[in-house]
Nanobody, 119 residues
Framework: QVQLVESGGGLVQAGGSLRLSCAASGRTFSRNAMGWFRQPLGKEREFVAAISRSGGSTYVADSVKGRFTISRDNTKNTVYLQMNSLTPDDTAVYYC????????????WGQGTQVTVSS
């Protein structure tokens, strides 16, 4: 079982930046791809970004491309989401998730952290 704890959310003005962190338990962190998702109030959860086990490959949604960057530090069992040039449309609860090796689905999820961008 993997446990994930997100942090770093908060209230920020449009144009500002935040860095989210997701700390994972267990010794198998480096074996799993990781992802960030978000869910605006009243809407479905959507993909934001993903990173491979080594961190050598990253993917971001078109809606955040050029503004958000995903990274990881396997020595700290932590994945990050650097968010720049935030807009009110980025307001959501942000979740990190684990895609176990060999799996096509994300199986473990954090509790989420709220990001609110004011105009």
């Amino acid at each position: 079982q993997v446990q994930l704890v997100e942090s770093g959310g908060g209230l920020v003005q449009a144009g500002g930046s935040l860095r989210l962190s997701c700390a994972a338990s267990g010794r198998t962190f480096s074996r799993n791809a990781m992802g960030w998702f978000r869910q605006p109030l009243g809407k479905e959860r959507e993909f934001v970004a993903a990173i491979s086990r080594s961190g050598g490959s990253t993917y971001v949604a078109d809606s955040v491309k050029g503004r958000f960057t995903i990274s990881r530090d396997n020595t700290k069992n932590t994945v990050y989401l650097q968010m720049n040039s935030l807009t009110p449309d980025d307001t959501a609860v942000y979740y990190c998730a684990v895609q176990p090796r060999g799996d096509t689905e994300y199986r473990y999820w954090g509790q989420g952290t709220q990001v609110t961008v004011s105009s």
